[in-house]
T-cell receptor, first 115, second 109 residues
Framework: ETGVTQTPRHLVMGMTNKKSLKCEQHLGHNAMYWYKQSAKKPLELMFVYSLEERVENNSVPSRFSPECPNSSHLFLHLHTLQPEDSALYLC??????????????FGPGTRLTVL | GQNIDQPTEMTATEGAIVQINCTYQTSGFNGLFWYQQHAGEAPTFLSYNVLDGLEEKGRFSSFLSRSKGYSYLLLKELQMKDSASYLCAALDSNYQLIWGAGTKLIIKP
């Protein structure tokens, strides 16, 4: 248990569906992240929030929409996804952004399959 | 561009020592992280280096040379449970982690 939870753990959706991924951290951290992990590829940073403000959007397609209502919760809203979006989506949190404050604690991930 | 290079796969024997190398090129540098990821699980933090030199933490040690853009993770007294992927990540000037693709370490009896 890392103190970061994600739901659902598995999700299968069609290309026309709308779904949301949820992440919650119980660590009192100030920064939260969404990553995409595909087989044999580096972790891809999608979104970073610090103190509930979006810090970085790494050219992520608009079919992915993040929401950070407070410092403990992070959502990833999904709509009209493509099969190539199938991957493991990881949420992480850290105390801050700088130096060793950036030690990230990861949730177990959501395995997403787009049909 | 920003880039992290590490070997794709390594094999070692139980009880032995293995060194996993990582080279990085980033826009600015604010430290180097190593994470361990077992198959089907999330990454977990192993170490952080920002100054040159060796940091020892039990069976695991991590080394950094900022001038060479180089780090390594040293695992001693290997155990079967050390079979996992080891991810190298560098923190750039925007405080973004740039990740390597990971080194899959296979431990044989």
């Amino acid at each position: 248990e890392t103190g970061v939870t994600q739901t659902p753990r598995h999700l299968v959706m069609g290309m026309t569906n709308k779904k949301s991924l949820k992440c919650e951290q119980h660590l009192g951290h100030n920064a939260m992240y969404w990553y995409k992990q595909s087989a044999k590829k580096p972790l891809e940073l999608m979104f970073v929030y610090s103190l509930e403000e979006r810090v970085e959007n790494n050219s992520v397609p608009s079919r992915f929409s993040p929401e950070c209502p407070n410092s403990s919760h992070l959502f990833l809203h999904l709509h009209t996804l493509q099969p190539e979006d199938s991957a493991l989506y990881l949420c992480a949190s850290s105390l801050g952004l700088a130096g060793d404050y950036n030690e990230q604690f990861f949730g177990p991930g959501t395995r997403l399959t787009v049909l | 561009g920003q880039n992290i290079d590490q070997p794709t796969e390594m094999t070692a024997t139980e009880g032995a020592i293995v060194q996993i190398n990582c080279t990085y090129q980033t826009s600015g540098f604010n430290g180097l992280f190593w994470y361990q990821q077992h198959a089907g699980e999330a990454p977990t933090f192993l170490s952080y280096n920002v100054l040159d030199g060796l940091e020892e933490k039990g069976r695991f040690s991590s080394f950094l040379s900022r001038s060479k853009g180089y780090s390594y993770l040293l695992l001693k007294e290997l155990q079967m449970k050390d079979s996992a992927s080891y991810l190298c990540a560098a923190l750039d000037s925007n405080y973004q982690l740039i990740w390597g693709a990971g080194t899959k370490l296979i431990i044989k009896p």
